[in-house]
């Protein structure tokens, strides 16, 4: 394997999706190692090399919790860099209710919890991870998806192919839930008429035509969505020119079922292209 070859680093909190991270590149053709030290960055990438690894990805899955091991992963990201390699670094990230909720599942203490309550551990593990997060190349907010929603946002965002430059990930959801963290553009469709206010539309939601037509037909849509595509063209291409391969464009309204899901559905139709490929994820879809 080359220098040119991807590399993705995945790290994050416990229990916002590390794992699945893991096993959707690794079904994607990917060579992941987990729980890497992250001192032994460039050993890995050299041992793989050394074993034949040309062509595939490398991906590796970092746990962190210590301002020390902080301290040894940038370290190892210099080395990297230094080497020729070119490391994405993935934060899988959530909120505290969130994390609070999953491990109460499996009934499992977090990692740092000790003797405190498991949000203490959280807290301690979020203070230990702020600075790596805001130097993260891509934040993926795991909240409100479940993990069939999680492993189609990142197997767009990571083929492991030799697809479009640039990936975007456009996300229904409702504000009344949060504005996804990991969001880099917001957009409100609450200025539109609620469909939830129409009994004939209320079931449905905006991935049918009958609610779509609807909310594409009020005053304003169309013209919405031919200025966010203007918008977005200047912005895509300086993305590209700085580097950027990934970015979540959230779309919201009250409760992610109606607005927010039916302009998700055609701005992304606008924006796929030959240069970009858009996903879309639908968080809180259902949850009404």
């Known amino acids: 394997m080359s220098p040119q070859a991807e590399l993705i680093i995945v790290t994050g909190m416990s229990g916002a999706g590390r ?30 090399a050394d074993a034949g690894g040309e062509g595939r990805s490398l991906a590796a899955v970092v746990d962190i919790r210590s301002r020390v091991f902080f301290t040894e992963f940038r370290d190892g990201l210099d080395r990297l860099r230094d080497a020729g390699w070119k490391p994405t670094v993935v934060f899988m ?5 969130a994390l609070v909720r999953r491990f109460e599942s499996v009934r499992r203490p977090h990692p740092l919890q000790g003797d405190g309550r498991m949000l203490d551990g959280i807290q301690a593990e979020r203070e230990a991870l702020s600075d790596l997060r805001d130097t993260a190349d891509v934040i993926i907010d795991s909240s409100g998806l479940n993990v069939h929603q999680l492993t189609a946002k990142i197997r767009g965002m990571f083929g492991g192919d030799d697809g479009p430059s640039l990936r ?9 839930y949060g504005i996804p963290l ?3 553009i917001v957009f409100d469709m609450r200025f539109l008429p609620n469909p939830f206010w129409n009994p004939q539309l209320r079931p449905h ?13 009020q005053p304003g849509a169309k013209e919405f969505l031919r200025s966010a595509v203007e918008l977005l063209r200047p912005m895509t291409e300086g993305y590209l020119r700085e580097g950027r391969s990934y970015i979540t464009l959230a779309i919201g309204c009250t409760g992610g079922k109606h607005r927010s899901v039916a302009m998700s559905e055609a701005l992304a139709k606008e924006l796929d292209s030959d240069e970009i490929r858009a996903i879309v994820v639908h968080r809180d879809l259902g949850r009404e």
């Open 19 to 48: 794992t699945t991270a893991a096993k959707v590149l690794e079904d994607r053709g990917w060579y992941v190692i987990d729980n890497l030290p992250p001192q032994l960055l460039t050993a890995m990438a050299e041992l793989l």
């Open 93 to 97: 990230d959530a909120t505290d209710e």
């Open 168 to 176: 975007i990930a456009v996300m229904s959801f409702g504000f009344k």
């Open 182 to 184: 990991d969001a880099d």
């Open 205 to 217: 939601s905006g991935r049918e035509p009958i609610v779509a037509d609807f909310v594409l037909a």
